[in-house]
């Protein structure tokens, strides 16, 4: 299976994330790619005022993404804004092409390192896998990384790929932990991850936006070893890559089977 990661730097117009997205998942069509993952926040960076940018599933920013996805025939990953009924947004993967239409909105949120993504973005509730042409991926944006137990799950529901979009936060060490946490996921699940962020908008010339988290770049392609396969690094880029997710991730079962192993129901003290 070959994928494409697009390390973009979104600015604050959707209109013009569309225009790279439709540039980039064409190149990714271009290298032979099955799957073309952009980062979360692609349609509108944070930083910004996200309720009056963030549009319904059926909006026409989604609609042209769908567009695009069927035009290259590709399964596209991209992170947008939904409006949530509450005053907030849910930041939302739309997940579409290849008989694919369906989203995951992130689970858990940002609320660390001095930054509150509770206060403007709603919770998700649900896990999502979906299944094109037998290939079971599962999908997590950003501060899931965090959290194993999410992995684990997916794993378990049948996926051998999960894709991780992001707009990782920058700051001292975060570029290690997001390393380290990519191919610990990889490892507590036995599932390839492939790791999309925003690229660093200081290696594009542009001004950070604040303490939103704006990106680092640095995504990459892990085995269900823990290998990074592939990567790039803080500037924008295409990631092409590819990946076995039948054989290599039976076999990463077959030596280190964690998911047989993993004993569940334990109660606590007390």
């Known amino acids: 299976m070959r994928i494409a990661l697009s390390q973009m730097l979104s600015s604050a117009v959707p209109e013009e994330n569309l225009a790279v997205i439709e540039t980039q998942a064409r190149a990714a069509a271009a290298a032979g790619a099955e799957l073309a993952v952009f980062p979360e926040a692609a349609m509108a960076r944070f930083g910004i005022p996200l309720a009056p940018v963030a549009e319904p599933l059926d909006g026409p920013w989604a609609r042209r993404v769908r567009e695009v996805a069927e035009d290259t025939g590709l ?87 999960i894709v991780v979009p992001a707009s990782w936060g920058a700051g001292p060490g975060k570029r290690e932990q997001w390393e380290v946490l990519v191919r610990a996921r990889a490892l507590d699940s036995t599932c390839w991850i ?64 964690v998911l047989a192993n993993r004993r569940r129901g334990l109660a606590g003290p007390g």
């Open 75 to 161: 399964l596209l990953v991209a992170g947008m804004f939904t409006p949530a009924g509450d005053g907030r947004v849910t930041n939302t993967l739309l997940i579409t092409g290849r008989g694919i239409d369906t989203h995951y909105d992130k689970l858990h949120l940002f609320d660390a390192f001095g930054f509150t993504e509770s206060a403007t973005v709603a919770p998700g509730d649900r896990l999502v896998t979906a299944e094109p042409a037998g290939v079971p991926i599962g999908f997590a944006t950003c501060y899931d990384i965090r959290f194993p137990g999410l992995f684990q799950a997916l794993a378990e529901r049948g996926a051998r790929l």
């Open 194 to 257: 492939a790791a999309c962020g925003q690229a660093d908008p200081a290696a594009a010339g542009r001004a950070p936006a604040g303490r939103a988290p704006a990106g680092i770049g640095h995504s990459l392609v892990v085995s269900p070893l823990g290998e990074v396969r592939a990567a790039l690094g803080p500037e924008p880029g295409l990631l092409v890559a590819d990946l076995d997710p039948a054989a290599e991730v039976d076999r990463a079962r077959a030596a280190v089977p």
